[in-house]
């Protein structure tokens, strides 16, 4: 029996060690990990420079509280800012958080309460953050939600003008849904719900605790569309593994987290902070994102040809190294046996296959991993028919 709440269906492998795009399970099976810790490690396991940064933090303090002025939170604080071409960050611990803080934020900085968010979307398992998520399954049993939450289907252009309104705080969103099945935003409506933002005075909130960090080969995803969010938020890759969210924002929003206002113990604690500010310190150089941006062209390319002509494959979609191929296949069974051949994924949505893997990912992996899926997956479609 195990001691840990059954909180999640856990896989049958156990981890013994990691490297780079691998895992070693403990009796010495290689895993290739398509999935980085569901996008977490971005530079793969254990980057060497993170490790360093981490070690030397260790050497120095570990945990003061956010009572003292520490150096390394401004440079981190102004490297992140800096790459969404904003000004402030409030550190937090995980994603959830760090979208709770931009929901309080949102409140108090409108003094309005509606915030508009989509369908499948996901935004964390807090009260606040799960109330913002469009997906019912993630509620079931928790009820009553906070009440100001609208639901609207996503990249819908229609739906979007009727419901923004001068009541409307915020409207928040990912520009690809992650957890809900790889769904891109397409340009026309992130363009639309920008401007109804503008002309009603809401707050854009984009949520790129997924999707940022150089996933999709930009520093965030909504680089790609041209988009000026007034609140970022961020997680998962920033701390290649150690915990740590971020709320980014225009300094006009400044003022309205004062002292005393909002605030975490273990926040933008020092050995996170090490970690996110020498990931940053890769990842947000040019030449690693253009190289992030190929292999992912390459990747999908390989996908389309592997893949071209499986019935069982419905349809594909990728923004960078955010991968989704909608399949008819049932996902637990199709993800088990991946696993057997040595490639870890992961479900999003009911019906799609999501990979996510490490942005260092080499071309012979992606290779290998597109061997084991196209052959698995054959293999399986021959054997339905
Ligand atoms: C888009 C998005 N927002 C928020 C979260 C919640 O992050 P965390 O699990 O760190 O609380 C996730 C986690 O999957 C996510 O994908």
Redesign the pocket.
Known sequence: MSYLFPTYSRWEVEPDQSEGSVIIDKNGKKYLDFTSG??VCNLGHRPAVVQEAITSQLNRYWHVSNLFIQEEQENAAKRLAESAKMDCVFFAN??????EAAIKLARKATGRKKIITFEN??????FA?MSATGQNKIKMGYGPMLETFVYLPFNDIEAIKKEVDDETAAVML?VV???GGIHIGEQAFLNEVSQLCEDHGALLII?????GIGRTGKPFAFQHFQLMPDIV?S??GLGSGL?I?AVIGKKELAHFFGPGSHGSTFGGNPLAIAAAKATMEVIFQAGFLEEVEKKSVYLFEQISKELKGIPDILNSRQLGMMIGLETSIDLPILLKELRNHGLLALPAGSNVLRLLPPLTVTKAEIDKAIHILQSVIRNYSKAAV
């Open positions: 569901i996008g995980s994603g959830a958080e760090a979208n979307s996901f935004h964390g398992r807090t953050t990912e849904q992650g957890e949520d790129e605790i997924q999707t938020t997680a998962k915990p969210g």
